[in-house]
């Protein structure tokens, strides 16, 4: 990219100086990938410009253009990089879902097949990337970031949710969880990182909460943020904390519904899932439910988020296809690693409910073939964006709606639908890494899964 730039520039100003200054220009491309240079800086290299110092003057009109250069391509990146990407944005390459290969997934899914298709839901990224080669603790490489969901989106900061919380296996982290089975409320966003920067996340979510929402209503500012995690560390320098408040405050203050990146990006950008390359995935369903013969069915929404990082290679099974089988390989050689799993939905449930949303998550994990191991940390967390205010002490009683247990199956069978196509999604919309000491992890290829579905009689074309 910058000898591109040097080549088509150079004939402006002096040639020497221009392939000079290539490294620069590269370091910069580099460092965008993490923050977009100060502006201020690029202002103050252009009024430095020295007319009567022709080599100073040069000097300074290359960096300057550089800087400008890298800006504008910082401001255009595609969304594999979305901390750089306006909300809304759209990628300049084509997304490869599950259903583009041609997995046969059951389910009607919503118009985005994601999370965000349940109204009001807003998902943000910050994505960390740079350096490269041998780990030296507290310069890199870095590959990791975070994400953060705000179940109502920034208009309904100050407005909970009612929600649940689930532990298939507890070797991971969910702070603010207990209060959440408490109260049977989520006061404020999901954020999600790698295990060692979960205090950071943590204490920055506080930080924003204060300067967005309000004090409660009895005047006194406090906060239980829900913060959950898991281990980056083969691709990552996670022990070098990398992980800033800033980068917290970008993925909440640039969250924003429609359509949302998978893979790599934000808290799944150093994962591995099943021993590929793993990280983000997402996908919804539409629910129909009929309460008699006679009666008109009520349409709801289903939307999940996964932060994959699990699974050994040999279990992988996607739509009933032994994959892991068929494509051997190994990375780590034990069952190392978590999921995170949030999910959404409009239909107005109470908390007790949730909760058993969330358990259902297990089984959608299940149908991909993980036997959720000793080392994992498989913790979900499920809330419903109707019942609006009603935590709010402004009134002795509230009225609340809610579905019968006895109508429940219908979503309880598109959580598991969801998740297991989230999971999918997650290794399929990727790209192969390489991390801390040259680790590489490969992407699921999908000229091979495409030939598996086929072989056993399972591609949906």
Same mark, same amino acid.
Request: charged share 25%.
């Given at each position: 990219m910058a000898d591109q730039i040097? #080549? /088509?520039l150079g004939s402006i100003f002096p040639g020497e100086h221009f392939v000079a200054h290539a490294f620069t220009l590269n370091a910069l491309i580099e460092a965008r990938k993490h923050k977009i240079q100060n502006s201020d800086e690029l202002r103050r290299d252009f009024f430095d410009c020295n007319l009567s110092n022709p080599r100073k003057s040069s000097l300074a009109v290359t960096r300057t253009i550089s800087l400008f250069v890298v800006t504008m391509i910082a401001? *255009? *990146?595609h969304a594999r990089e979305p901390q750089q990407s306006p909300a809304g944005s759209t990628s300049q390459t084509r997304t490869v879902r599950g259903r583009d290969l041609g997995v046969p997934f059951e389910g009607i899914t919503g118009p985005l097949n994601a999370i965000t298709d349940v109204a009001g839901v807003e998902v943000g990224y910050t994505t960390i990337i740079r350096g #490269? @080669?041998?780990?030296v603790v507290g310069k890199g490489p870095v590959r990791t970031g975070v994400t953060a969901i705000i179940p109502r989106g920034h208009d309904s900061l100050n407005d909970p949710v009612y929600a649940g919380v689930f532990s298939l296996n507890g070797n991971g982290e969910m702070t603010g969880s207990h209060w959440v089975e408490e109260s049977g409320f989520l006061e404020g966003p999901i954020v999600i990182t790698n295990t060692h920067s979960v205090g950071v996340a943590r204490d920055a979510v506080i930080a924003w909460r204060i300067k967005h929402g309000a004090a409660d209503a009895s005047g006194y500012w406090w906060s239980l943020p829900l913060v959950a995690e898991t281990w980056d560390g083969w691709l990552n320098? $996670?022990? @070098? =904390?990398?992980v800033k408040a800033e980068d917290v405050f970008h993925a909440l203050d640039s969250a924003h519904? @429609?359509?949302?990146e998978e893979g790599s990006v934000g808290g799944g950008t150093g994962m591995i899932c099943y021993e590929f390359k793993g990280g983000n995935g997402t996908a919804s369903r539409k629910i129909d439910i009929k309460p008699g013969k006679d009666k008109p069915p009520q349409s =709801? $929404?289903?939307g999940v988020f996964v932060q994959a990082n699990f699974g050994r290679r040999a279990s992988l099974t996607i739509a009933g296809v032994p994959v892991g089988r068929e494509i051997p390989g190994s990375v780590y050689g034990e069952d190392t690693g978590s999921c995170i799993a949030v999910v959404a939905t409009d239909a107005p449930l109470l908390p007790n409910q949730l909760k058993r949303l969330a358990r259902r998550v297990s089984l959608g994990l299940? /149908? $991909?073939g993980t036997i959720s191991g000793n080392g994992s940390g498989d913790l979900f967390v499920a809330f419903s964006t109707a019942n609006k205010n009603a935590w709010a002490p402004d009134q002795v009683t509230h009225n609340v709606q809610t579905i019968p247990n006895d109508l429940l199956?219908?979503?309880?069978t598109g959580v598991v639908q969801a998740i297991e196509e989230a999971v999918v999604n997650a290794l399929v919309d990727n790209q192969a890494m390489t991390g801390a000491d040259s680790h590489r992890v490969e992407a699921l290829p999908h000229d091979r899964l495409r030939a598996l579905l086929e072989k056993y009689n399972r591609l949906k074309e």
């Open positions: 040097v #080549e /088509r401001f *255009s *990146s #490269e @080669g041998k780990l320098d $996670t022990n @070098g =904390f990398h519904g @429609g359509s949302i =709801f $929404t289903v299940a /149908r $991909t199956d219908p979503i309880f």
